[in-house]
T-cell receptor
């Protein structure tokens, strides 16, 4: 059974600091997604990583994928309060986006 | 226009009742899904339909029955509701194996 683990589960950081969220998964996959969820809201797609070594960046967030290590990272640069949310990684092993297995989520709190 | 819309947004009901949640997408996607998010924010797939055909049916009590009248709609009917069914249910859609677009969620509370 595919397991997807994120760490940390909770992250409190000051504005302006950098940090990385890690996503480890247990089965070979070359398709990994990052989503953001604000409290009481839906999930918003952030990144789709489709191959080993893929790197995507959007604003202060950068995601990468190492399929050999079965590891994805979400790096936050110079955090701002607006980035406070829960971040999920999700792995697809079916070859289509038909069966995503989500990580446990990382709740990020950026303090002023 | 909302891409993936779910109704109702909130649902409070008594144990033993039957309830339905409706989902519609206007994106022209061919695949629709139901995911359940529990109180610890853990997300798990329940069902998936591709062009009205059931393609994923996870280990879910048979009190849960999805129905897709056409590829733009996927409804979820729940019989004999139990306390443990309390959760947020998300509908989602995708096309050609691309990224999922999620609805706003339907929060079900069973008393």
């Amino acid at each position: 059974e595919l397991k997807v683990e994120q760490n940390p589960l909770f992250l409190s950081m000051q504005e302006g600091k950098n940090y990385t969220i890690y996503c480890n998964y247990s089965t070979t996959s070359d398709r990994l997604y990052w989503y953001r969820q604000d409290p009481g809201k839906s999930l918003e797609s952030l990144f789709v990583l489709l191959s080993n070594g893929a790197v995507k960046q959007e604003g202060r967030l950068m995601a990468s994928l190492d399929t050999k290590a079965r590891l994805s990272t979400l790096h936050i640069t110079a955090a701002v309060h607006d980035l406070s949310a829960t971040y999920f990684c999700a792995v697809d092993v079916s070859g289509t986006a038909s069966k995503l297995t989500f990580g446990t989520g990382t709740r990020l709190q950026v303090t002023l | 226009d909302t891409a993936v819309s779910q109704t109702p947004k909130y649902l409070v009901t008594q144990m033993g009742n039957d309830k339905s949640i409706k989902c519609e997408q206007n994106l022209g996607h061919d695949t629709m899904y139901w995911y359940k998010q529990d109180s610890k924010k853990f997300l798990k797939i329940m069902f998936s339909y591709n062009n009205k055909e059931l393609i994923i049916n996870e280990t879910v009590p048979n009190r849960f029955s999805p129905k897709s009248p056409d590829k733009a709609h996927l409804n979820l009917h729940i019989n004999s509701l139990e306390l443990g069914d309390s959760a947020v249910y998300f509908c989602a859609s995708s096309h050609g194996g691309k990224v999922l677009t999620f609805g706003a969620g339907s929060r079900l509370t069973v008393l």
